[in-house]
């Protein structure tokens, strides 16, 4: 019988399993959710354990818990030994809250009822454009996390942690240069310039954001001591100029191609002519090939009016804001490197 991760093999019965069990992702998102509120991948750190054990240790249902694990272990998230005892797999322990990288706070932001209900209206968006996200809660998502400290602590660690492995990623593959200053213009909590700056060690930096995720910036420590500064502001406004190096990550796939124009203007304003500028965001391939950026650009269309994009439009954007694309490097991780100088 086919299933989500076995294509259908033509035969109607097999396209008929395969699209229900598409169907209810939705399902695999919530089962996903429930493994990480109660700390499963936690408990499965000494070794293999029952569905009934894991209960006692979580204080939930065993019965409920041990089908909600059959199903993920179905996916490749956790597995089911001859005795009945459910151990880790290497996805599964990405879920483990203990570990470098740990992708824990990620999962409780993206399968948080806030952006499942958003997708919930995902064809109103469809049928007449912009932001679901919007649509539903009556302002735009950054304006919401503005008045809700709890989702903002959510979406921040969420970024964060999502970004641990990119940021690792990027500055296994970029030249930063070996002095001068790195501008990171959105870059939340400052994961990724404590990875340049530790590359680089003349390097310094600005973390350059909303207060929310500078005040829980990840810079302090004798390693990067004097090297760094933040900065709050308003990059539709205006950002620090001096810059030798600028980094957009993840940001210019919050907004639709308007809004990333003001921001490209406003960085430009900042910089010298000839001063790089790196936008890390997905890639989209042309075709049908399969890429998380696909998915990463519905996401973003339902909860920014935000979108994912190819080299082409973002060469068509990075000149529209006074850049010139000069090349996209990809990294190991799902986003790559768009490299462009102030023209
Ligand atoms: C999707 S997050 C990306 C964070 C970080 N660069 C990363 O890759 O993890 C977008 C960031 O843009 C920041 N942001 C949103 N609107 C902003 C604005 N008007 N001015 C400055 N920062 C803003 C948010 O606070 C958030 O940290």
């Not at 909600?68 to 879920?95: C, N, W």
């Not at 990620?106 to 469809?126: G, H, N, Q």
């Not at 973002?314 to 100088?341: D, K, M, Q």
Request: charged share 20%.
């Amino acid at each position: 019988m086919a299933t989500s991760s076995t294509p259908p093999n033509g035969a109607p019965d097999d396209i008929a399993a395969h699209l229900m069990d598409q169907a209810m992702g939705h399902l695999f998102s919530a089962a996903l959710r429930t493994a990480a509120q109660y700390r499963i991948a936690d408990h499965l750190a000494e070794g293999p354990r029952t569905p009934e054990q894991l209960a006692v240790a979580t204080d939930t249902h065993a019965p409920h818990l041990r089908r909600v694990l059959r199903y993920l272990a179905a996916r490749g998230i956790f597995r089911e030994d001859a005795s009945g005892a459910y151990q880790l797999t290497p996805v599964a322990r990405a879920l483990r809250t203990d570990v470098p990288g740990s992708l824990h706070p990620a999962v409780m932001m993206i399968t948080d009822e806030l952006f499942l209900r958003t997708s919930a209206r995902m064809p109103e968006a469809v049928r007449e454009g912009g932001a679901a996200f919007e649509r539903l809660f009556g302002v735009p998502l950054f304006a919401h996390l503005a008045a809700d400290p709890a989702q903002r602590e959510l979406f921040d660690s969420g970024m964060s942690s999502l970004s641990g492995p990119v940021d690792e990623a990027v500055v296994a593959v970029y030249p930063f240069p070996q002095t001068g200053t790195v501008v990171d213009i959105g870059g939340g909590r400052g994961g990724l310039l404590r990875a340049v700056l530790r590359r680089r060690p003349q390097l310094t930096g600005v973390l350059f954001d909303q207060p929310p995720p500078l005040a829980h910036h990840l810079l302090d420590g004798d390693e990067l001591k004097g090297r760094w500064r933040t900065e709050e502001g308003d990059f539709f406004s205006s950002v620090p100029r001096g810059g030798d190096v600028y980094v957009l990550k993840h940001v210019l796939h919050d907004w639709a191609d308007e809004d990333c124009r003001r921001i490209l203007r406003t960085c430009r304003a900042a910089m010298d002519r000839g001063t790089r500028l790196l936008v890390i965001d997905s890639v989209l391939p042309p075709g049908n090939a399969p890429h998380f950026g696909k998915t990463m650009d519905v996401a973003m269309m339902t909860v920014l009016d935000g979108q994912e994009r190819t080299a082409q439009e973002f060469s068509t954007l990075l000149s529209a804001g006074g850049f010139r694309l000069t090349r996209v490097l990809p990294t190991a991780a799902f986003p790559s490197i768009v490299e462009a100088v102030a023209e």
